[in-house]
């Protein structure tokens, strides 16, 4: 059956945010993460929170009833420090855990990403993996400031399909 480029990246996007919202759970691989959803929402309360955004699907010709199709995604995990009094280093060391936590290296997202389970993505999938990975910081000022740290992080797939 012939797969559009735009229906693929659908089910690899699905198929993301399924696995990462399975690994939030204290007993998985992401313990602290509180939501997971196909979008970093900033008006939700829950923090830590992971949103895995669909970026774009670039499709180029393979052969005659063959295309290769790249898609992106970037993964936004959010968190907003707890010290008191809040702080930044506090907040960049709570994302920096989510994203690959030093103590285990088999929890966080890098490991989830990189775990031969999630390669194929459940599918046709040719090559999977993180191409950037960027952290920034937050500072909200005021009576009760905010200090929140973001990170992103960019993970390719290469899909051979049929049209």
């Given at each position: 059956?012939?797969?559009?480029?735009?229906?693929?990246?659908?089910?690899?996007?699905?198929?993301?945010?399924?696995?990462?919202?399975?690994?939030?759970?204290?007993?998985?691989?992401?313990?602290?993460?509180?939501?997971?959803?196909?979008?970093?929402?900033?008006?939700?309360?829950?923090?830590?929170?992971?949103?895995?955004?669909?970026?774009?699907?670039?499709?180029?010709?393979?052969?005659?009833?063959?295309?290769?199709?790249?898609?992106?995604?970037v993964?936004?995990?959010?968190?907003?420090?707890?010290?008191?009094?809040?702080?930044?280093?506090?907040?960049?060391?709570?994302?920096?855990?989510?994203?690959?936590?030093?103590?285990?290296?088999?929890?966080?997202?890098?490991?989830?990403?990189?775990?031969?389970?999630?390669?194929?993505?459940?599918?046709?999938?040719i090559?999977?993996?993180?191409?950037?990975?960027?952290t920034?910081?937050?500072?909200?000022?005021?009576?009760?400031?905010?200090?929140?740290?973001?990170?992103?992080?960019?993970?390719?797939?290469t899909?051979?399909?049929?049209?």
């Open positions: 059956m012939p797969v559009t480029s735009s229906g693929l990246a659908a089910q690899q996007w699905t198929y993301l945010t399924n696995l990462l919202r399975t690994e939030a759970n204290p007993s998985g691989r992401l313990p602290t993460v509180q939501a997971v959803a196909k979008s970093y929402q900033l008006w939700m309360a829950a923090s830590p929170q992971i949103g895995v955004q669909f970026e774009s699907a670039v499709e180029s010709k393979l052969g005659q009833r063959r295309h290769l199709v790249t898609t992106q995604f993964i936004v995990v959010g968190v907003q420090s707890k010290a008191n009094p809040a702080n930044l280093d506090d907040a960049m060391a709570q994302v920096m855990a989510i994203v690959e936590d030093e103590n285990t290296l088999t929890h966080g997202i890098a490991p989830i990403l990189r775990d031969t389970a999630t390669y194929g993505l459940g599918g046709r999938t090559t999977s993996g993180i191409t950037k990975i960027e920034h910081g937050e500072v909200k000022p005021g009576a009760s400031a905010e200090i929140w740290a973001y990170c992103d992080i960019t993970f390719v797939t899909t051979e399909v049929a049209i």
